[in-house]
């Protein structure tokens, strides 16, 4: 007769799994909580959470290594996901399809043709890129379970976010350094090391542009409840700012002539404009053509472009920080 104490104990039905049954929440867990267990029931993880939001003993070392271990965290699942070798072949492929049928011309002015040719195709691609790669970022891990094992632990909400996105970022920036590259060497192979500086002033823009939209999708991320909400403000954002926003600006600026005030902050308004006028500037104001050159000649320098990006990267993140405190589970 078998012993009745020696029945298998069986887990309570609805418990959490302290993995959350996702492939990387496991070191996820070990990393930011230090090794310990983490209770992770409802009101244990409630509680967790609401005093992770005030807790300041740490100080600034233990939140940028909170921040660097989530960082590190999505950087793994994007190149897991092959989300990194995607993106660097579309922008390969694309670069060199375009200078096969741009870079005929010979010359300094054949290269600036080129580069704002490649500026042009960056404006609609990168853009895309960054909004695809980033309206999961939230509303995503929440789905899969990740979120709320990393909101239960001892760690601020605001750290996740900027980890999140800082991991994305990485995998943006080295796919579109590494598959623009590969037009660069076409450059410098076809007219010379001169047009080398444009061509860089071009790949820190594009940078800077899809750092942009990324911060903007994270946001996006942050405040949909599904991801059907946030794939679709994703693409209203990307038509509006990368079709709408010119198209009402050049009615405008054909309809009225704008002082130098209204046409800058036309510019600054838009992320894809001031990454124009900033790939451009060193290209002449004609290189672009059309409405393009129009922006060109608007004033702004290359410290104010430089600047109204880096705030399209920060706000954004900032503002999608203090809305996931406020975010339920």
């Known amino acids: 007769m078998s012993d009745p104490t020696d029945r298998p104990v069986e887990e309570p039905e609805g418990e959490t799994r302290p993995d959350g049954g996702h492939p990387d929440a496991t070191a996820t867990v070990g990393a930011l909580d230090g090794g310990t267990d983490v209770d992770t029931g409802e009101s244990g993880a409630t509680a967790t959470a609401e005093a992770a939001e005030t807790e300041t003993s740490e100080g600034a070392r233990g939140a940028l290594r909170h921040v660097?271990?989530?960082?590190?965290?999505?950087?793994?699942?994007?190149?897991?996901?092959?989300?990194?070798?995607?993106?660097?072949?579309?922008?390969?492929?694309?670069g060199a399809v375009l200078m096969t049928f741009s870079g005929s011309a010979v010359g300094p002015a054949g290269a600036e043709r080129v580069v704002a040719s490649l500026t042009s195709l960056a404006a609609y691609l990168v853009p895309l890129a960054a909004l695809a790669l980033g309206y999961d970022a939230i509303v995503g891990r929440e789905d899969e379970g990740w979120l709320a094992v990393v909101f239960s632990l001892p760690v601020?909400?605001?750290?996740?976010?900027?980890?999140t996105y800082l991991g994305r970022l990485a995998v943006l920036a080295g796919a579109t350094v590494l598959g623009f590259a590969?037009?660069?060497?076409?450059?410098?192979?076809?007219?010379?090391v001169g047009a080398l500086p444009g061509f860089l002033g071009f790949l820190g823009g594009t940078v800077a542009v899809g750092a942009a939209f990324l911060a903007v999708a994270t946001l996006l991320s942050t405040v949909a409840r599904e991801k059907t909400h946030a794939l679709g403000a994703a693409?209203?954002?990307?038509?509006?700012?990368?079709?709408?926003?010119?198209?009402?600006?050049?009615?405008?600026?054909?309809a009225a002539e704008l002082p130098d005030a209204a046409l800058s902050a036309l510019v600054l308004s838009n992320p894809v404009s001031a990454f124009r006028v900033l790939a451009?500037?060193?290209?002449?104001?004609?290189?672009?053509?059309?409405?393009?050159a129009v922006l060109a000649g608007s004033g702004l320098s290359t410290v104010a472009l430089a600047a109204s990006l880096v705030a399209w990267c920060v706000i954004p993140v900032a503002l999608a920080a203090r809305l996931v405190r406020r975010r339920r589970l």
Not at 156 to 163: D, M, P
Request: hydrophobic share 60%; charged share 15%.
């Open 182 to 192: 590969f037009s660069g060497a076409l450059i410098v192979r076809e007219f010379g």
């Open 156 to 163: 601020r909400r605001s750290e996740v976010v900027t980890g």
């Open 280 to 292: 451009l500037s060193g290209l002449g104001t004609t290189a672009g053509g059309g409405f393009t």
């Open 235 to 254: 693409l209203l954002v990307w038509v509006w700012f990368v079709l709408g926003h010119d198209l009402l600006a050049l009615g405008i600026v054909a």
């Open 68 to 94: 660097f271990v989530v960082a590190v965290t999505e950087y793994r699942l994007a190149v897991r996901s092959r989300w990194a070798l995607a993106l660097t072949g579309l922008f390969a492929v694309f």
